[in-house]
């Protein structure tokens, strides 16, 4: 065992090659909704952690927004310490140093798109360290040992605070404000605890077992919880202002954007969330078996939009057992490879990859279920009012002669798709209203909450707002990164100062 202090090997990076742990079958993990990823053993992690250069500048945990994207960890995860602990087989140790800066690496782990991998040093000349793959193999190692287990605060201030909405950022806002000896009260309109990491996010990419065991740990730590409860019309504004010392606003930005296409009021044109989530809801309550849910069993299915939230409808719809599945982006292919003008280190790299869905449909149709540069022009019925078909267009992107870029329908290459489903996947408009208009908070000009970034007030005296609903639409890693410094800056409103991070 090496001294302490003493780093990874510094050839480790050389000497050996990124390996993964290897997923279950595309074809068996479409049968079940288990999650799909395995596990490294022990002495392979240690490997991959020995990757890491300990670089000058780890532009990994530097959480920076590069070209409207994310570069390095949001929460400044302390990367190059912890890949050193695991080389040196210090689980324990690397446990507490990921605890320091994540208060849920349980769930960045599983559903984080790894923007650190997309700035590793080690990615410049070749294959960046496995971070994301470590990150969970330590909190589940952690769960596994009985290292994690409840520590409520040994002092309460007597201030009370709420918040609203369970998701990411209202999690770690509560677990945060807790900690310093608040007494917090979470508010979620659903009938469980996590917002989109319960309602929103598969089962197999995050079970949902995961979350609820961070909610018992919270809750044994002090934090209370109120399901089924929506404010603005379960409880009024007015209510929370009254009881509580400070409130902040963790509600996500929910508003699902629509199409202005014709027949997009046909049967069996659906928002992607209403299927995901009636999906995601019966498997809970029943497995299945109360068919409360939109089902494509047998059915041509086709999903408006390349992001995650589309895939995740390929997913789904796959192990309902559908006819055929295609998923429709208007942006091109992306690059093999990395392209070092357009799309230079340490930005995320935007290449050509196969998610989990679309590894999946290719194993059982035979090829990647998306269509590139794709444009929908028109859903077409039966005489019932039934969808039966869509139509489309290919486009390409170019600059018009104000410096604008557009899409331009390419002709001659018009397109009917048979269709039985169309899921709507193009992303979301902000917060919805009832709860900004409880509140009578000031809005940005995307209707997201005005907060300052790092501040987090809004325009009425003890309310914040942090994750989606300030930011909008973003990924997990930035919500828990904003509830974290919401609870800083809430705790500097109740008490003057803050030791929080």
């Not at 790894?114 to 190692?141: F, H, M, N, W, Y």
């Not at 789904?316 to 990395?338: D, E, I, M, N, W």
């Not at 489309?392 to 557009?406: L, M, S």
């Not at 709860?435 to 300052?452: C, I, P």
Request: glycine share 10%; net charge negative.
């Amino acid at each position: 065992m090496e001294e302490w202090g003493k780093m990874s090997t510094p050839t480790g990076f050389m000497e050996y090659k990124r390996e993964l742990p290897a997923d279950r079958s595309p074809l068996e993990r479409i049968k079940d909704w288990d999650e799909f990823h395995k596990h490294l053993p022990d002495d392979q992690l240690r490997t991959q952690g020995s990757r890491c250069m300990d670089c000058g500048t780890p532009y990994c945990h530097t959480g920076m927004e590069l070209a409207g994207g994310a570069s390095g960890c949001p929460v400044n995860n302390l990367i190059p310490e912890w890949n050193n602990l695991i080389y040196r087989g210090l689980w324990r140790e690397a446990l507490e140093r990921l605890h320091k800066t994540n208060n849920f690496p349980e769930f960045t782990g599983r559903v984080c798109p790894a923007p650190c991998e997309g700035s590793c040093t080690v990615g410049l000349i070749g294959d960046a360290v496995t971070i994301k793959t470590i990150e969970q193999a330590i909190i589940d190692r952690g769960f596994d040992e009985g290292w994690v287990v409840p520590q409520p605060p040994q002092l309460r201030t007597g201030k009370k605070v709420a918040v609203v909405g369970s998701g990411p950022a209202g999690m770690a806002c509560a677990a945060q404000l807790n900690k310093a000896g608040h007494t917090v009260t979470v508010y979620e309109r659903a009938d469980r605890i996590g917002g989109l990491l319960t309602y929103g996010i598969p089962t197999m990419k995050l079970d949902k077992g995961i979350v609820q065991r961070r909610v018992d740990l919270l809750e044994a730590e002090g934090v209370d919880f109120v399901t089924n409860t929506e404010i603005g019309k379960d409880i009024a504004a007015e209510e929370l202002l009254a009881g509580f010392d400070a409130i902040v606003l963790c509600g996500g930005a929910t508003k699902a954007r629509g199409v202005d296409i014709e027949g997009s009021d046909l049967n069996g044109v659906h928002m992607a969330m209403d299927y995901l989530n009636g999906t995601i809801k019966s498997y809970l309550d029943s497995g299945l078996e109360d068919g409360n849910y939109i089902s494509a069993k047998d059915k041509d299915v086709i999903v408006i939009g390349g992001g995650d939230t589309g895939t995740d409808c390929v997913a789904t719809a796959l192990r309902h057992g559908c006819k055929s599945v295609t998923q429709f982006g208007t942006h091109a292919k992306a690059p093999l490879q990395r392209d070092s003008i357009t799309n230079p280190w340490p930005q995320f790299p935007n290449v050509y990859t196969l998610d989990y869905a679309h590894e999946e449909a290719k194993a059982l149709y035979g090829e990647d279920p998306r269509a590139f540069s794709v444009l929908t022009k028109k859903f077409v019925g039966d005489e019932n009012g039934q969808l039966k078909e869509l139509h489309t267009v290919q486009i390409e992107r170019i600059v018009d002669e104000t410096g604008r870029k557009i899409y331009k329908e390419i002709p001659g290459t018009e397109k009917v798709w048979p269709a039985d489903l169309v899921f709507i996947a193009v992303g979301f408009e902000g917060p919805e209203n009832t709860l900004v208009q409880a509140f009578e908070v000031e809005q940005d000009r995307r209707t997201n909450v005005k907060a300052r970034y790092g501040e987090y007030r809004t325009s009425v005296d003890k309310v914040f707002a942090a994750g989606d609903m300030r930011r909008g639409q973003s990924l997990v890693v930035w919500a828990i990164n904003e509830g974290r410094e919401a609870a800083r800056e809430v705790d500097k409103y109740l008490m003057g100062s803050s030791m929080l991070p």
